[in-house]
């Protein structure tokens, strides 16, 4: 077993000068370190490292085999495959099966697959949800059968009648809108139809100055009179036109009032139309109408029962 001390300025310098005085690697020794050494004060009286390094022994039971590289010659090397025993044969693997051959698919099958193919598939239809009742639709109330509009000879008409039709000519033609107005008189009630040109102009905004028309006539029949005499004025069938929108208005808001669960508040409307609303929704069995406020701005509360 061979051992030596070497030294240098640090461990690793004494190593490595041992290793090349060896003549090997650092994996090859045993190391032991004797001194440490110390650098000393400005680089002087400094000390140097020293190590011991021993050399293994090397373990002859594990040996590697080197491939060797052949130095023959070509004619050698031919010689060499010659001489070389013939293999001994294979054995022979096992003949493969042939493949069996597919049987021509008849004519009609094959067009029969292709038309299905092409072929749109129907959609299966969802089952519908039979849990939920339809609402019923809320129909208004039969509106009263009216009486038809027969015009009242002048001649036969009352002094009542006839000083209200006296007001209104004066009214209009002050009004810059002459008119002709005829009059249907019964017992309690007076009709009058408006019949000209710019009939927009006495009809006004959502009715207004007919209504307004229809009051100050009202006024002037009733007054000093002991029993209420009913005037309603007309022009171009608009007092249909508008009940009819009114009642509509009315079924629409019910099924407001009945989807949302929520009372539903109209816009203000004359005693005339607002009784409108209420005669469109009596009787209905999911909603109650009433009326709050004060005039003119009184107005329908649809909620429900």
Not at 9 to 18: L, P
Not at 177 to 203: A, T, W, Y
Request: charged share 30%; aromatic share 4%; net charge positive.
């Amino acid at each position: 077993m061979k051992c030596i001390e070497s030294s240098g300025k640090t461990v690793k310098d004494a190593i490595n000068n041992g290793v090349k005085e060896l003549g090997c690697d650092p994996s090859d020794v045993e190391i032991e370190i004797l001194e440490m050494g110390s650098p000393g004060l400005f680089g002087m009286f400094g000390k140097l490292a020293k190590v011991k390094l021993t050399l293994k022994e090397s373990d002859d039971s594990f040996e590697i085999e080197m491939p060797t590289m052949s130095l023959d010659q070509p004619s050698q090397r031919k010689a060499a495959k010659k001489s070389k025993p013939a293999k001994a044969p294979e054995k022979s693997a096992r003949p493969e099966k042939p493949a069996r051959e597919s049987a021509p698919e008849p004519a009609n099958v094959a067009a029969e697959s292709s038309e299905e193919s092409s072929k749109p598939r129907k959609s299966k239809p969802r089952p519908r949800k039979e849990n939920r009742e339809p609402a019923a639709e809320i129909v208004p109330a039969p509106l009263e059968p009216e009486q038809p509009f027969v015009e009242t000879p002048l001649e036969q008409l009352t002094p009542d009648a006839r000083q209200a039709l006296s007001f209104l000519s004066g009214l209009t033609e002050r009004m810059g809108v002459p008119c002709e107005i005829k009059v249907c008189e019964s017992s309690d009630h007076l009709r009058m139809q408006l019949f000209g040109q710019n009939m927009s102009i006495l009809i006004g905004r959502r009715g207004e100055t007919l209504d307004a028309l229809q009051y100050l006539t009202s006024l002037n029949v009733n007054r000093g009179r002991e029993e209420y005499l009913r005037v309603s004025l007309d022009t171009e069938g608009y007092r249909a036109k508008r009940e009819e929108a009114l009642r509509k208005l009315a079924v629409r808001m019910a099924g407001r009032a009945r989807k949302t669960g929520k009372r539903v508040a109209l816009e203000p409307m004359n005693p005339y139309e607002r009784r409108i609303l209420h005669s469109a929704l009596q009787g209905n069995p999911d909603v109650t109408t009433h009326s709050e406020g004060e005039e003119p701005y009184r107005r329908v509360i649809i909620t429900l029962k």
